[in-house]
């Protein structure tokens, strides 16, 4: 059965209500961090009343988990869409230089999702899930033998920081001449260093998909 007009006036008034509510949070949060935060502090910036933001999300730390889940589950969107190929390493590229183009995409959103939060909290479930992801192909790379370092987690932490400064260098320097090649060149270059050849010494062909 189909929605009243009513009902579905109702449903895309509580829509636009979070939408508003959630937007202003990232705002606020971008701008001041985790520590100025406050309920009174979105709602000034919304326009919506403190009672309505604990209506929709129940207190500060639940406003935050949702933001913080809707923004991860963006990222993990884009990382379903990789391309993948029979080569761990290939896939490697790929998910890297997608989470790349995500933050340069999503400044806002990227800068939410790395910004130390005040108490010790548990990931989003996106976020966890989407790290999985992006740590299969090394997975696959140490079991088969093909990873210089036996810390999987140190060679997954130096992609990261790599791909993060990246992000970083190229969104706060938005005057430098950046090459269009840099990206690509520098996930090809540590991936070189981390990862063994095939033993055919090719790329192995990409799947059919």
């Known amino acids: 059965m189909r929605p009243l007009p009513a009902e579905q006036r109702r449903l895309q008034q509580r829509r636009e209500a ?3 509510i959630l937007d202003a949070t990232e705002a606020v949060l971008v701008e001041e961090g985790f520590g100025r935060l406050s309920m009174r502090r979105v709602a000034a910036r919304c326009g919506y009343t403190v009672p309505t933001l604990y209506h929709h999300f129940g207190d500060k730390m639940g406003l ?3 933001l913080l889940e809707e923004r991860f589950a963006r ?5 379903r869409r990789v391309r993948q190929s029979n080569d761990p390493a290939q ?3 790929e998910y890297a230089s997608a989470f790349v183009r995500f933050g340069l995409q999503h400044p806002t ?7 130390p939060r005040e108490q010790p909290s548990q990931p989003p479930p996106s976020a966890e899930e989407a790290r999985a992801l992006m740590q299969q192909p090394l997975l696959e790379l140490a079991a088969a033998g093909r990873l210089y370092s036996e810390d999987v987690e140190a060679c997954f932490q130096s992609l990261w920081a790599l791909l993060h400064g990246l992000i970083s260098l190229r969104t706060s320097r ?6 269009k090649a840099q990206v690509k060149v520098a996930i090809e270059s ?10 055919d010494g090719r790329k192995q062909p990409r799947r059919e998909t």
């Open 18 to 20: 979070r939408r508003a």
């Open 64 to 66: 935050i988990d949702e």
């Open 75 to 79: 990222l993990l969107q884009r990382a």
């Open 91 to 93: 896939n490697m590229v």
């Open 109 to 115: 959103h990227y800068q939410l999702m790395t910004t």
């Open 174 to 179: 938005l005057d430098h001449p950046w090459s």
């Open 190 to 199: 540590i991936i070189r260093g981390m990862v063994r050849p095939s033993r």
